[in-house]
């Protein structure tokens, strides 16, 4: 509609500029001269078409880009110059003037070549990368032929023009709408998309400063003012019709029903088979989609666990029935129309984090990628796997999953006690890294500083373990996350006969909390290895226990060599069995310039020693859990540096979100199951 709309412009000001001419000039308006306007631009559409031979020799050269852009600029210059010539050579020579319009030819001869099979990629390339230095210099000119003391005179003029212009567009295309038998509302939005005027226009206006010197710049003035006024409204105007026609390809809202790790495979041939069982191995639900009348997956005919289905179509309804709006990502193996079909149903319906396709032809690269799809170029894929196992093979075979126990995982934050929190405050697993981070569709490299936001899709590499307790804490499962710190830390003579503490919310004290009120809080001033710090955990805890300080520090020390009692960045809980019956305490420890236990390790600044006795398993297990809890929380390293005193540190754990254990008092002063 818009090329229509220009060609009709320009034959109608062909028109106008002829009969102007002819009444300024003084010659007698008659049936010969609308015959000889009638000639002059069936002349000009004629010579667009030998232009556009032109350009496809051009095109053909064997040159350089920038010579084939030269060429071509050329051409369109040469037009105008052979118009011209003409005009004023047929004005001397015949005393009639043949007005051939350029708009006219050139507009011809690009639409015959854009609309060439053959030429149109490199022809509308070259316009592209050559169109920003041609538009700074046209506008440019325009901007300064404007005269501002008629501007001045005449804006109300063109205020005016634009609302006649406005509301003559709203009119025809409501009419032409209703007569085409369009609907109404459809009728009441199309005038939307044909305000912005700008380029021709503008080339218009100034052709009438050129050709009517006496009155033509300020009428060039005042057109070039209402111009204006239409390409502030036009394109807001524009976005709003492309909204209304559903037509904005806008993605929809995240799905809060998506399952983890559930993938929909489009796909009928071997690859497809493969990628099916490889996630399945993973640990993904999957599930096999192919088109009716598609060829059977032979290999999974028989499987239970990989189930296919068939659908009958690509929309909404289509892939609802296969569960598509509930998946985590979707793959499509089918061709580039099916694959594309699928995609924008999923991306504005669904929302789904993942998509991901197979190309088959490269043109219809940009068509997924405006989607946001991954696409898989069979071609390259190779070719581009190969470049970085031999710039970067290590980091290849990670991302590969070659490294045993080592893998990369995207885990969303869900989790809403995340939100703000910065990277260095997170106390992730030793063996991860977080080595990206998607947010609004932005992909950035992370540092320290940068602070998680809900949503974000966060790349994490590491050994399988920490990739699951990440995904656990980045997601709603705090609490078995916990649980997992605590099955970390408990040791192997507790974990027999004893199940699991699960936790009931009742808002009052339990024996955790009469633990903390009675344990001795230790506030170091300075910074210490793990010797001196089990011997000062030594004495302190003999005095509870009724051992010799001596005999603690040797287990610990024994307890410390078997496995590390640092359980994350900044925490440690040392903790022992010893002989005996009835006896459990517990050290609570905060040192802000921290405890060195190890090189690999960071310094501890919060650390937990339990001592008991075997039958006080339950208390051992409890307490790991409720710490456990406790330090779950992101900010808690933050609120433990920060505690202005020993009572405050007490409080920060009396005062946590947990849920708490009735209990039934102990002769020893705390609780038992």
């Known amino acids: 509609m818009t090329v229509i709309m220009d060609v009709v412009v320009i034959v109608l000001f062909a028109t106008a500029i002829t009969t102007a001419d002819a009444l300024f000039t003084g010659l007698t308006w008659n049936t010969g001269v609308v015959l000889f306007l009638i000639l002059e631009i069936a002349l000009s559409i004629s010579l667009g078409i030998p232009v556009a031979g032109i350009l496809f020799f051009i095109l053909r050269l064997p040159a350089s880009f920038v010579l084939k852009s030269v060429l071509i600029l050329l051409t369109g210059y040469l037009i105008f110059i052979g118009s011209l010539i003409l005009r004023a050579y047929t004005h001397h020579k015949i005393n009639i003037e043949i007005l051939i319009e350029p708009l006219l030819v050139c507009m011809v001869a690009g639409f015959l070549t854009a609309n060439s099979r053959r030429y149109r990629k490199e022809f509308l390339d070259l316009l592209h990368r050559t169109g920003p230095g041609i538009y700074i210099a046209f506008f440019t000119l325009t901007g300064a032929s404007i005269r501002l003391d008629t501007l001045a005179d005449t804006w109300p003029i063109a205020l005016i023009l634009f609302g006649v212009r406005v509301f003559a567009i709203f009119t025809g295309s409501f009419l032409g709408g209703c007569l085409a038998g369009i609907g109404v509302q459809s009728s009441r939005t199309y005038w939307m998309a044909f305000i912005t005027q700008a380029g021709l226009g503008l080339g218009l206006a100034k052709q009438v400063g050129i050709e009517f010197p006496q009155w033509g710049p300020s009428f060039s003035t005042l057109i070039i003012s209402v111009i204006i006024l239409n390409e502030i409204v036009g394109p807001p105007l524009f976005k709003l019709a492309i909204k209304r026609m559903k037509e904005d390809h806008s993605p929809a809202k995240p799905n809060a029903l998506t399952a983890p790790q559930n993938v929909v495979i489009f796909g009928t041939d071997s690859q497809s088979t493969a990628l099916a069982h490889t996630l399945f191995s993973h640990g993904w639900q999957v599930k096999l989609a192919q088109p009716r009348g598609g060829s059977t997956l032979s290999s999974l005919e028989n499987s239970r666990k990989i189930p296919v289905q068939v659908v009958d179509g690509f929309d909404r309804k289509a892939l609802e029935q296969i ?319 920060r505690a202005m005193s020993t009572k405050a540190l007490k409080e920060l754990l009396l005062n946590a979100d947990r849920n708490r254990r009735s209990a039934a008092p102990l002769q020893n002063g705390f609780s038992k199951q």
């Open 323 to 641: 569960q598509c709006q509930t998946a985590t990502a979707i793959v499509t193996l089918l061709s580039d129309r099916e694959n594309l079909d699928i995609c924008e149903t999923a991306f504005e319906h669904f929302a789904t984090q993942t998509l991901v396709a197979r190309l088959n032809d490269r043109s219809n690269f940009s068509a997924f990628q405006d989607l946001n799809v991954l696409v898989v170029d069979p071609s390259t894929a190779i070719i581009g796997l190969l470049d970085h196992f031999v710039r970067a093979p290590e980091a290849a075979s990670l991302l590969m999953g070659f490294q045993r126990g080592r893998d990369v995982a995207d885990v969303t934050v869900r989790n809403p006690d995340l939100d703000g929190i910065s990277l260095r405050d997170l106390r992730l697993p030793f063996d991860s890294v977080i080595i990206a981070i998607r947010r609004r569709g932005t992909l950035s490299v992370p540092h320290g500083f940068t602070r998680l936001e809900s949503g974000d899709r966060v790349t994490v590499m590491g050994t399988t373990t920490a990739l699951q307790e990440i995904a656990l804490r980045f997601g709603r499962h705090e609490g078995q996350a916990a649980l997992n710190l605590m099955e970390m830390a408990a040791p192997e003579q507790l974990k027999q006969d004893v199940k699991q503490p699960h936790l009931n919310e009742n808002g009052q004290k339990d024996w955790f909390d009469h633990l903390v009120e009675k344990a001795v809080v230790a506030d170091l001033k300075q910074e210490m290895d793990k010797n001196a710090f089990f011997e000062l955990a030594a004495k302190q805890m003999s005095k509870q226990v009724n051992i010799s300080a001596s005999t603690l520090f040797e287990m610990l020390s024994q307890r410390e060599n078997e496995m590390t009692t640092v359980l994350a960045p900044g925490l440690a809980i040392p903790h022992i069995i010893i002989e005996g019956e009835n006896q459990f305490g517990m050290l609570i420890v905060r040192s802000k310039k921290g405890i060195i236990f190890s090189p690999q390790t960071p310094s501890v600044h919060a650390a937990f020693v339990l001592v008991g006795t075997r039958d006080e398993r339950n208390f051992h297990l409890e307490a790991l859990s409720a710490i456990a809890k406790i330090v779950m929380d992101p900010r808690f390293e933050h609120k433990w540096l």
